[in-house]
């Protein structure tokens, strides 16, 4: 599968790839590629920067996945810049049976299928980039919904990460969707000198008509220094949380922390109340500088885990780090058979030099995310020349394996 865009014959890259094994019409599993691609108006012979792009191919062939799609989703958004696509989001099932609406298997008009994509896209009157949030139908890439959003200090803003848990329920009016789409990254521009998170939570049906259901803006120690700056680089939405890690400038420390937070979903207010601010500051204190994520999840009982890169006094070494529901760092892993408490477990390679990791998961049971699953994280290893590795990590919450 290759894919150039022939009107601009320009740079077409891909940023993620995703399988998709429900379909609406009852069609073979798809996969979507997103990622950013030049554009040109054949009209005025023209650029219009580089613009989102999805395309979904067939999983078994990668033949395009139906007609409708022949032709993939792009988005150039209303000034014609560079939009930067940041990260997709597709959410699938049945509709589930809502309290009073009785019993009954969903009928195949209660399936739902949804798509969204979020990235930066230059937008507003003042020529700076916006957050912006489109839904795709799955069936027919022609047909979509945008919506923009400046930050509160009408300044640059980058959209880094999207993520969304909406699902369905068999309402007086049909399938309804439920949930919210959520998106981080950073703004400048709000009384301060440098980036700030923002994050924004929107209801599932995006539009332009329809706001942000809410927006938080989190400012860590920074306002009067400007080396440092806090930019969020990763969302996760539950069914009734929003969490976001990124890294913040610590003043103290002169380098920077990771920095972790929970909202509410639908109101957008701070869940982890015991922590000051609502905010976890993870500072590794043997290296007491460099420490910054890449990746999160969350698994079904709510506990946070955070992955990315931790300067060890000598170098940089993956790093993770788990919270319970309600922001207390809980890591207990196994080590030689035996249940070792910490608040973070670190991985040196073996050249003891430059290692960070990328992504970090949780092993499955029945579809979801288990809890006290393994733990796997992957990145780069410097060991003769930089090398990815993975690595597995079993914890022991409820007792070390035999």
């Not at 989102?52 to 139906?66: D, E, P, Q």
């Amino acid at each position: 599968m290759v894919y150039n865009n022939p009107l601009a014959n320009g740079d077409d890259f891909p940023v993620q790839i995703e399988w998709d094994r429900f379909t609406l019409d009852g069609s073979e599993p798809a996969i979507y590629v997103a990622g950013n691609s030049d554009g040109f108006n054949q009209g005025s012979s023209s650029s219009t920067g580089r613009d989102f792009v999805i395309l979904k191919y067939k999983a078994s062939n990668g033949a395009v996945w139906n007609s409708a799609w022949t032709q993939p989703f792009r988005y150039n958004g209303l000034l014609s810049g560079n939009d930067t696509l940041a990260e997709m989001a597709f959410r699938h099932g049945n509709c589930i049976q809502s309290q009073g609406e009785g019993e009954g298997t969903p009928s195949p008009s209660s399936f739902y299928s949804v798509l969204y994509a979020g990235g930066t896209s230059l937008e507003s009157v003042t020529n700076k980039n916006d957050f912006t949030v489109v839904q795709v139908d799955p069936l027919d890439p022609a047909v979509f919904q945008a919506r923009s959003d400046d930050s509160p200090g009408h300044a640059a803003d980058t959209l880094n990460s999207l993520s969304s848990s909406v699902s369905a329920v068999v309402g007086s009016e049909g399938c309804q969707l439920v949930g919210v789409v959520a998106v981080t990254g950073f703004s400048s521009g709000m009384g301060t000198d440098t980036n700030d998170f923002v994050t924004r939570a929107y209801s599932p049906t995006i539009s332009p008509s329809t706001p942000p259901i809410w927006t938080s803006v989190f400012d860590g120690e920074d306002e009067i220094w400007t080396v440092g700056s806090d930019q969020a680089v990763c969302v996760v939405a539950t069914s009734f949380a929003v969490f976001v890690t990124g890294e913040s400038w610590r003043v103290g420390n002169q380098g920077y922390d990771i920095a972790t937070l929970g909202y509410d979903a639908f109101g957008g207010s701070i869940l982890w109340t015991t922590l000051p601010g609502g905010v976890d500051l993870f500072n590794n204190p043997t290296g007491n500088a460099e420490d910054r994520p890449s990746d999160m999840v969350v698994d079904k009982a709510s506990n946070v885990y955070v992955a990315g890169r931790s300067y060890n006094g000598t170098s940089l070494d993956y790093v993770a780090i788990r919270y319970d529901s309600g922001g207390t760092r809980n890591w207990v892993e196994c080590v030689g058979g035996v249940p070792t408490a910490n608040d973070f477990v670190l991985y040196n390679g073996p050249q003891n030099s430059t290692d960070y990791a990328a992504g970090i998961r949780v092993s499955l049971s029945g579809g979801q995310i288990d809890l006290d699953g393994d733990v796997f994280m992957y990145g780069i290893v410097t060991n003769t020349g930089n090398k990815y590795r993975l690595t597995k990590h079993v914890q022991s919450t409820f007792g070390c394996p035999p």
